[in-house]
């Protein structure tokens, strides 16, 4: 978005691979894209100090290296902010990886939920997780039932510019298992070449008996096609249960079905 806006952009790396949870054919492209675009990336910085100038931010990272900023984006992670909330005092337990809970959101006093970001889990920490267990917690509470939570497929996307999203298993999970992998080039699809869409690519898993089991992809409207995809993913429909379904036409959802079925 700062390259975009005409700002100078430095993307400062822990290590050297970034967003290793994602495809990385994919993410190197991504990154490709970026550069080219002028966004530098150094790999392996090895940040050690912040110091405040007089014209701005000095970065003092590797081998006594120094680039001075107007602006320091932190992205560095997340930690959960369970102490100093009194969880102490009401007995709560947690780690510091947040509040423990067991398979229905109760914490070790019985009359205690937790939900969302705070809780020490598996699941991605983003806005649908946090949204679904909420949406949990009042069906539960409220009587409507007494299950433990069952977590679907949570999707996730990273808003570079192209995008990158992905739902289900990953490439790299089905290259060790008996899965039908289908390989898409976006720019091939003339629904994106409406949108005058000139890269991209996806990855489609099929099970085998040809459900979808995940789907990862790149492009501009990654996220969107990812979304229309989730009831597949989720419900596990057969292909007849795909042939089903009429799509908008045109639209992305159309576009994404047709290579499914
Ligand atoms: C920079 C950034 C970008 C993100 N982008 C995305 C994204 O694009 N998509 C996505 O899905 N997720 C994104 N996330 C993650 C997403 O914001 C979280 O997963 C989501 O907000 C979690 O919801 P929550 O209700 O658990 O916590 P929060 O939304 O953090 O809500 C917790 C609330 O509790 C309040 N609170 C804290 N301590 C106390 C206290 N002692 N007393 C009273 N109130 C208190 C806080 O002020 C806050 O309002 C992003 C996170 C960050 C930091």
Avoid: C
């Avoid at 492209?29 to 100090?49: C, E, H, L, W, Y």
């Avoid at 107007?70 to 102490?88: F, M, S």
């Amino acid at each position: 978005m700062a390259n975009a806006a005409g700002a100078a952009v430095t993307v400062f790396m822990r290590g050297d691979t970034a967003l290793r949870e994602f495809h990385q054919p994919f993410v190197k492209q991504v990154m490709a894209d970026m550069t080219k675009r002028g966004v530098a990336f150094v790999p392996n910085a090895d940040i050690s100090a912040l110091t405040k100038k007089k014209d701005g931010i000095a970065i003092h990272y590797g081998a006594q290296q120094e680039e001075t900023v107007d602006w320091v984006l932190d992205a560095i992670g997340r930690i959960p902010n369970a102490d100093k909330i009194g969880l102490e005092a009401a007995g709560v337990e947690y780690t510091k990886h947040g509040i423990v809970v067991d398979d229905h959101l109760r914490t070790n006093i019985p009359n205690i939920y937790a939900s969302g970001d705070v809780l020490a889990k598996d699941q991605p920490k983003l806005t649908p997780t946090a949204t679904f267990e909420s949406y949990y917690l009042f069906h539960l509470l409220s009587g409507q039932t007494t299950d433990p939570i069952n977590y679907p497929a949570i999707p996730t996307t990273v808003y570079t510019s192209p995008r990158i999203a992905k739902v289900g298993v990953t490439p790299e999970a089905a290259a060790n298992g008996n899965y039908k992998l289908v390989h898409n080039h976006i720019p091939d699809d003339w629904y994106r070449q409406i949108d005058e869409e000139t890269m991209g690519d996806n990855i489609l898993i099929f099970d085998q008996g040809h459900h979808l089991v995940g789907a990862t992809e790149f492009s501009e409207q990654a996220e969107d096609s990812i979304n229309t995809l989730l009831p597949a993913v989720v419900f596990h429909y057969d292909q007849a249960q795909m042939w089903q379904l009429a799509h908008i036409f045109p639209s992305i959802s159309a576009s994404a079905w047709h290579k499914i079925r």
